[in-house]
């Protein structure tokens, strides 16, 4: 199963990715995360992970599987028979950036949590994108 939302927000990708990659910021962006905690120290990178607590869920381990700097940063979790991959894909638009923001849900339990949440996890993934566009565009 895959939702994706896409915006332009008009602020240079290196802002963009700036505000992406801050993880324990996160919570500050968007009200999809209540806290980020991260496990290891120095610059993120592929195999860095992080607690993350958001609203009615139990908290998880996110780790990173790809970082290719202002392009995409990748991260996932597993829990209830689920692997969720949570990828942010960002490109230049012009003076702006194009901000992709992609969930998708693999196993066995994929179609029944995809029925069951689908529609919150569209809905997640719209208000983290407009949660970044807010904050990239007011630190212009």
């Given amino acids: 199963m895959r939702w994706e939302n896409t915006v332009t927000i008009d602020a240079p990708t290196g802002r963009v990715w700036d505000l992406t990659t801050d993880v324990e ?6 009200p999809t995360m209540r806290r980020v905690v ?9 195999g860095s992970r992080a607690k993350i607590w958001q609203p009615a869920q139990t908290p998880a381990v996110w780790t990173v599987t790809k970082l290719d ?8 979790t597993r829990r209830l028979g689920v692997t969720m991959t949570g ?21 066995p339990g994929a179609k029944l949590v995809g029925a069951l949440l689908g529609k919150t996890f569209a809905k997640a993934l719209a208000t983290e994108n407009a949660g970044l566009q807010r904050a990239a565009t ?3």
Avoid: K, M, Y
């Fill in 25 to 30: 910021n996160l919570p500050s962006v968007t």
């Fill in 38 to 46: 991260r496990l290891d120290d120095g610059p993120i990178h592929e």
């Fill in 69 to 76: 700097p202002s392009r995409e940063f990748s991260w996932q």
């Fill in 87 to 107: 990828r942010h894909l960002l490109a230049d638009d012009g003076d702006g950036c194009r901000n992709t923001l992609v969930l998708e849900v693999t196993g």
């Fill in 138 to 140: 007011s630190a212009e």
